[in-house]
């Protein structure tokens, strides 16, 4: 707890350093910590997937309805990316809105409507900016770099679209930079996840964020067989990114205000991750504005199976009823608490974390 403590007291310096030149920081002491993460237990073996299959369940939060994504490459000098991995990420979130893919989330509405088969790449961004830690699984990054580094990237970018609820940052590290998410280690790329997506509250904000360590760094801890843009590490990185997209739109702020899930807490993509389908010739399993990508199927209530399309649209999906909550036995820590910071008071005088790890099971085999 006090490793927990340190590190978020570490964050809320962090983050109020970065506003510091702009704002003045509210006098008020910061209160305990409230770091609070949620954890998918790992699954070696088999689809994260009830057996039977069930669908997915509405819980009453908010959906991403036309998201705006943004692209945070972290690459300090002397770290590395294969030379096509920016390229082919960023023509990745260019092309994946409306497509027969992405209309799969139009089916996954809260109480405004659905999400639309869209989404935007807002912008992107190098930042050669040292990491704070060594990046080596003796000194990972943690999830309070992470955030940090999302309200570093909102900081320098004034024109980008301020974070909300249509808004999610991703973090893209270098090959071979380690995360985990709190100095205790005991959830952790590669050994835990493979990336996570999760929310934190900023000045009274909702911050939407994707941890994206490089699957480079172990290229059969995370991904499954070969993609068809002859860049190995970014064809594996696609499929993660589209997990993670996916789930971001349709359960953005997961465990504390959880919109589509399983009753045992799986989003729309865990339910099929690493599995494909029928793979064309190069490798690929879809091709989106003309582009070959290979990525893992996702969940279709429609179908109750995994999939790659839903062909048109679809409207007038009524909310399911006689929901349970997922399973009081996934969350753990503290319940989050509200801060008492005034909303005027954008600088981070309060950095909340929370995480829903999504987790990337080991690869098993390829289903296809
Ligand atoms: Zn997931």
């Not at 692209?71 to 497509?99: C, E, H, K």
């Not at 995360?179 to 009274?204: M, N, P, Q």
């Not at 045992?264 to 064309?280: H, P, Q, R, S």
């Amino acid at each position: 707890m006090n490793l927990c403590l340190r590190n978020l007291l570490l964050a809320l310096c962090l983050a109020a350093a970065i506003a510091a030149s702009t704002r003045t920081v509210a006098a008020e002491p910061p209160l305990p910590p409230p770091h609070h993460v949620h954890l998918f237990p790992p699954v070696r073996t088999g689809l994260r997937n009830a057996t039977p299959p069930v669908n997915l369940q509405y819980y009453g939060g908010p959906v991403i309805h036309a998201g705006t994504m943004y692209l945070i490459y972290w690459l300090p000098p002397g770290f590395f990316m294969s030379p096509a991995y920016q390229t082919l990420i960023n023509r990745y979130f260019t092309d994946v809105g409306a497509t027969p893919l992405f209309n799969i989330v139009t089916q996954y509405p809260d109480g405004s409507g659905p999400p639309l088969n869209a989404s935007t790449l807002g912008g992107t961004w190098v930042d050669t900016a040292s990491y704070p830690r060594a990046g080596t699984t003796a000194d990972p990054l943690l999830d309070s770099d992470i955030g940090a580094e999302v309200l570093h990237a909102i900081a320098t970018h004034p024109g980008w679209n301020p974070p909300g609820p249509n808004t999610a940052y991703f973090v893209f590290t270098a090959r071979d930079v380690h995360s985990c998410i709190d100095a205790s280690k005991t959830a952790c790329f590669l050994s835990e996840y493979c990336a996570y997506h999760g929310s934190f509250v900023s000045g009274g904000v909702t911050v939407l964020y994707n941890n994206m360590p490089d699957a480079g760094t172990n290229l059969s801890g995370c991904s499954v067989g070969t993609g068809p843009n002859g860049d190995p590490e970014a064809d594996a990185e696609i499929s993660l990114i589209s997990h993670e997209h996916f789930e971001v739109v349709t359960d953005p702020q997961p465990n504390v205000a959880t919109a589509w899930s399983d009753v045992d807490g799986f989003e729309i993509a865990d339910k099929c991750a690493y599995t494909y389908g029928a793979l064309n010739a190069d490798n690929s399993n879809v091709v989106l504005h003309g582009h070959p990508y290979r990525v893992q199927q996702e969940w279709s209530n429609l179908i109750s199976a995994c999939t790659l399309s839903l062909p048109s649209s679809v409207g007038g999906i009524s909310e399911p009823t006689g929901l349970t909550r997922p399973s009081p036995g996934r969350l753990t820590g503290s319940p989050v608490r509200a801060r008492g910071t005034r909303e005027t008071d954008a600088v981070v005088a309060a950095l909340t974390l929370v995480v829903g790890i999504a987790w990337a099971k080991r690869p098993r085999s390829d289903k296809r």
